[in-house]
């Protein structure tokens, strides 16, 4: 009988903590609901995200990977990258540096892209996007306002694949 009694006991104290346990996860859950912030109206519809980040390779990062070569082949990536140049160029979109955030010069953004082939157009592979969304569901339609382009250029391994981005360019578009 007590061993009963102590098997029932182990098994009414193990219940008792896993029931705990999954008490304190659902309301950890409902907090981190409870914070996160509302989608603000705005002209045009809700916004959904008012910073958003995520990049996005503008030439396969594996020429082998048939689903990332389909997913970008509608793209002109040497049109996209020339034009980026050209803006900052001849338009007045200004450049920064990713790590320090200083502005560069017309004549440094030049000579390295004459100087280190690292740093050619022909090896930027990525690009990443910092937008503002915005979403109406009475069209419906959705908006994205982006704010900067970081331009990344692929260090690529003997196999041609990418196994690493190295930062380059970043282009402030809200000026």
Not at 24 to 51: F, H, K, N, W
Not at 90 to 100: L, Q, R, V
Not at 140 to 145: L, R
Request: glycine letters at 4%; a negative charge.
């Amino acid at each position: 009988m007590k061993m009963m009694m102590r098997a029932l006991f182990s098994t009414v104290t193990a219940l008792l903590a896993l029931c705990c346990i999954l008490v304190a996860m659902l309301s950890s859950c409902e907090s981190r609901q409870e914070s996160a912030s509302s989608p603000i109206p705005v002209s045009g519809g809700v916004e959904v995200a008012d910073t958003i980040t995520y990049n996005v390779y503008i030439r396969p990062s594996n020429p082998q990977d048939d689903f990332e070569v389909q997913c970008i082949s509608r793209l002109d990536d040497q049109k996209l990258i020339d034009m980026i140049f050209t803006s900052i160029y001849s338009n007045g979109i200004k450049a920064y540096d990713y790590f320090d955030h200083r502005e560069y010069t017309l004549d440094e953004i030049k000579s390295r892209e004459v100087e280190n082939p690292g740093y050619s157009r022909d090896n930027i592979s990525l690009i990443q996007f910092t937008e503002r969304w915005i979403y109406n569901d009475s069209v419906p339609s959705f908006t994205k306002q982006v704010l900067k382009i970081h331009v990344a250029y692929g260090v690529r391994d003997e196999n041609d694949i990418v196994v690493a981005n190295r930062p380059g360019l970043v282009i402030d578009m809200k000026n």
